[in-house]
């Protein structure tokens, strides 16, 4: 047997996890979702899922991916097998495909920002003007589509020159680039005129609307989609690392960033949404696009540098989140099939590409069905947290205790007895009852 691509160090795999994490869902989905949702009501549920089921489970594909030493579906095989567990691994595997379908889509949006940003063609537009910008674009035919084929051109190349290369690098430079210009943004949005009303909206909670179980189940969909949980991104990933590495702080410095990086990000957006009278927090996903460009276009002729350096260092985080996305299929293909890692990434990626053609044409252009909006739903609201509860029961109940508290490195520790609990009953319990309350709401409209 040949043996597996490795991680070449801790540090590394840290950051391919966190490179997955941080990505448009803490940007452009975060603050859309956050905007929908009431703002800080919803931040304060979503920060509760991520520790009480985002967290437990991560920990739990950590362990996984790291034991099963294959990918997802192989995993469940090696450390179970012949048990039905492994149709969590069939679902993240169909699940992965259809989120990378659209992410592929809103990352080609960045992408003809920052092209737009680079030639000048979305500088010098008069204020309140990038509502319009915007909707040209993606009302504007097949351009939507073009730049969707660009950015996944970018994640097949470096899916098919295997994982270890591609990632590592851009990871260590870029991620600390992007998360230096969030907080300089984030400085500059708060001398805004909308900043008070802005942080007032983002942190000052609504407590009556604390029991309202659709803040619940957006907030449980955004914790998976941000963490790349419920799906095997993360049981991929681990099954490349070592067995030295240890995971519980892996998992804990994962949910740390990725939270902080959506946070400030909320930092940045709410100003400036509360600044500009053509923006409103229920813009949807067109909100980063429509309420960036505006602050930048303030800042006067410096804000072109940070609007080509933002949405340059954005794509990248979409592309280490995507590469992530599209390694689960193809690790998939590759032990299923028996293919070599070329033919894998060319069949999964091309697939998948296409499939996403209809999402990015139904943004106000020729197709009047928003197809984007669909997949995304039924990911985040159904397969994910689905994912996220089979992998919960698996690890919690399915899988025996002493060797999962090994694999983590817990054994006879309170903590891994927390978690083990949390796993058992907790994540299990919250999800289920959100996915519930997704079925009733979907049925009775
Ligand atoms: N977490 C990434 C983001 O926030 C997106 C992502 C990558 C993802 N891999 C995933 C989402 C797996 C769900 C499942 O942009």
Redesign the pocket.
């Known amino acids: 047997m040949e043996t597996r691509e490795q991680f070449a160090t801790k540090l590394g795999f840290i950051l391919a996890a966190v490179g997955?994490?941080?990505?448009?869902?803490?940007i452009w989905?975060f603050s859309y979702v956050a905007g929908e949702s009431g703002g800080a009501t919803f931040l304060l549920i979503y920060v509760i899922c991520i520790f009480l089921i985002g967290l437990p489970v991560l920990l739990a594909e950590f362990s996984i991916g790291r034991r099963g030493q294959s990918d997802v579906v192989g995993s469940f095989n090696n450390i179970a097998p012949g048990k039905p567990w492994v149709i969590a691994g069939i679902l993240g595997v169909l699940t992965?495909f259809l989120?990378l379908s659209f992410?592929g889509v809103i990352a080609g949006w960045v992408l003809y920002y920052f092209f737009s940003f680079v030639t000048g063609q979305a500088g010098g537009i008069e204020q309140e003007g990038y509502g319009e910008f915007f909707e040209a674009f993606i009302g504007g035919g097949l351009s939507p589509v073009i730049w969707q084929f660009i950015f996944m051109a970018l994640v097949l190349g470096i899916v098919f020159f295997g994982v270890k290369k591609g990632i590592e690098l851009s990871n260590k430079v870029f991620m600390p680039l992007l998360a230096l210009i969030l907080i300089f943004l984030a400085g500059y949005s708060l001398t805004l005129d909308g900043a008070g009303e802005g942080l007032a909206f983002l942190f000052s909670p609504d407590w009556t609307a604390f029991g309202d179980f659709n803040v619940w189940s957006a907030a449980i969909g955004q914790a998976?989609?941000?963490?790349?949980?419920?799906?095997g991104?993360m049981i991929t990933y681990s099954s490349y690392l070592s067995k030295q590495a240890k995971l519980p702080s892996a998992a804990g410095g994962v949910v740390a960033l990725d939270t902080l990086f959506a946070i400030v990000a909320g930092i940045v957006i709410f100003p400036a949404v509360f600044t500009f009278a053509s923006v409103e927090p229920g813009d949807g996903p067109g909100l980063i696009f429509i309420a960036l460009p505006e602050v930048f276009n303030l800042m006067g002729g410096g804000g072109v540098i940070f609007g080509i350096f933002f949405f340059f260092l954005v794509a990248i985080a979409?592309l280490s989140?995507a590469i992530?996305?599209l390694e689960v299929s193809v690790s998939y293909v590759m032990r299923q099939l028996n293919w070599n890692r070329r033919k894998a990434t060319l069949l999964a990626g091309v697939a998948v590409t296409l499939f996403g053609v209809p999402s990015a044409l139904s943004q106000g252009g020729p197709i009047p069905f928003d197809f984007l909006d669909l997949v995304d739903t039924v990911t985040d609201q159904y397969t994910?947290p689905l994912g996220g509860f089979i992998i919960a029961l698996f690890v919690g109940w399915g899988w025996n205790k002493v060797d999962v508290l090994k694999e983590t490195g817990l054994t006879d520790t309170t903590i891994g007895l927390i978690w083990i609990w949390f796993l058992r009953i907790i994540a299990p319990v919250g999800i289920l009852l959100i996915l519930i309350q997704n079925v009733i709401s979907a049925i009775t409209g």
């Open positions: 997955s994490a941080v990505g448009l869902g803490n989905r992965s989120i992410y998976f989609f941000t963490l790349s949980l419920g799906m991104a979409a989140s992530s996305l994910l």
